[in-house]
Every structure is written in C-alpha cells, then in structure tokens.
C-alpha cells in the first residue's frame, strides 16, 4: 500500500510518501505560505510514483491550525474525488506523542498544542519502547492548570513550559499510523476541533438617506 500523508496542524509542515520501508518526505517551516502541491510534487519526484500509484491519503487532523487542517482536507478529497484512492483521518497529537517516542522519551508525557484564547489542547500518553498509550483524552485546559508529571512535548511547548520539548508532528509518523487504521474515511472529513462553532450574526443593512 503506497501512503500519502499531508500535516500542516503546526507551523512546520509536512508531506510524505510511504510504501512499504520506503519513504521520502519534504519539511518547510511555511505557515499558511506553504506550496503544498510543490511539496507533494517533490516527496512523489522522490519516492519515483506518479499521482495515481496513490492508494490512501493520510491527512493529520490536529488539533492545531484551522487553515492548515482545512487546507489538507481539502486537498485529500479533491484527490480523491478525481482518483478514488482511500482516505484517513489521524490525530496530530498522537503523532506527537510517537515522535517523541521515537526520540527516546518514556514515561508519562503531556502534549499540548496552542488553542488560541490563552488556552492549550492537552492529551497524556503513557511511552515505552513498545508502546504508545493514551491515559489523558484530547481536551481544552488553561496551562496553568497542567500538572507537573512526565514530560511535556509540543510544537510550541516552550511558550508555555520552559523546561518542555519543541516536537512537531510528521507526515511520515501520519503515514505510519494510517497503515495501522483499516477504515478509510468516506464521506467530510472534519478537523479535530474541541471548541463548538459560533458565530455573530451580522446587522441587517442600513437605509441611507
């Protein structure tokens, strides 16, 4: 099965082309001025496969940047509409929390991710070289409000946690985690967004004289 995984939950951002122990990935430190396509041309250039040898397309749901997430989504489904290759939705936070597994880190760990509005999404893991638990579900808390156990990791963490490590979720570790879920994703695909959606309605327009 050949993975294409797309994360741009964070300011790094990130695509990769899986197959089996063959990997080929492209970083850009972007933001919203990331040229995905110009990426996903160069993991695909790299990795020797054309657009149609693409069989799911993996994308990091986050939490994390709105636009970032969003513009993955909609990457993924215009894909898939033309070409019909699978879909599947991962948490970036996972993906955080095997990266620093796969760094060295043991024990318990905190991820937290910037929520906007002074706030952090925060999950808890439980890391050994075999295993990636999760022991704390995805929530929104104030930083203060963290416990002090394990270690804290995230892709801004040092904002909040001097003593934190900075680690960004990968496409690759995307990728890898997809091959693990059987299930492609038919139908939207919605971000991982704990917060529920409002909105002002705008004021009706005024008659000018």
């Not at 760094?103 to 509005?117: K, L, P, W």
């Amino acid at each position: 099965m050949t993975i294409l995984a797309l994360e741009f939950s964070s300011a790094q951002r990130s695509v990769a082309v899986v197959r089996g122990d063959t990997v080929a990935e492209a970083v850009e430190a972007g933001g919203r001025c990331t040229a995905a396509f110009g990426m996903i041309e160069r993991v695909l250039d790299s990795a020797g496969i054309g657009r149609g040898g693409i069989d799911v397309i993996a994308i990091g749901l986050g939490p994390g940047s709105y636009t970032g997430i969003r513009s993955a989504i909609a990457i993924a489904q215009g894909w898939q509409l033309a070409r019909g290759n699978g879909l599947v939705g991962v948490s970036s936070a996972e993906a955080i929390a095997m990266r620093a597994q796969a760094g060295g880190i043991e024990g318990q760990v905190q991820v937290v991710i910037d929520a906007q509005r002074g706030e952090i999404y925060h999950a808890g893991y439980e890391l050994s070289k075999t295993a990636v638990r999760e022991v704390t579900p995805l929530r929104i808390i104030a930083p203060t409000s963290l416990s002090s156990d394990g270690t804290v990791v995230g892709p801004e963490a040092t904002r909040w946690f001097p003593a934190a490590k900075i680690i960004f979720p990968g496409a690759t570790l995307i990728a890898r985690l997809a091959a693990d879920r059987t299930r492609s994703i038919a139908g939207v695909i919605e971000p991982i967004y704990l917060r529920e959606t409002s909105f002002v309605k705008a004021p009706p327009p005024r008659q000018l004289d």
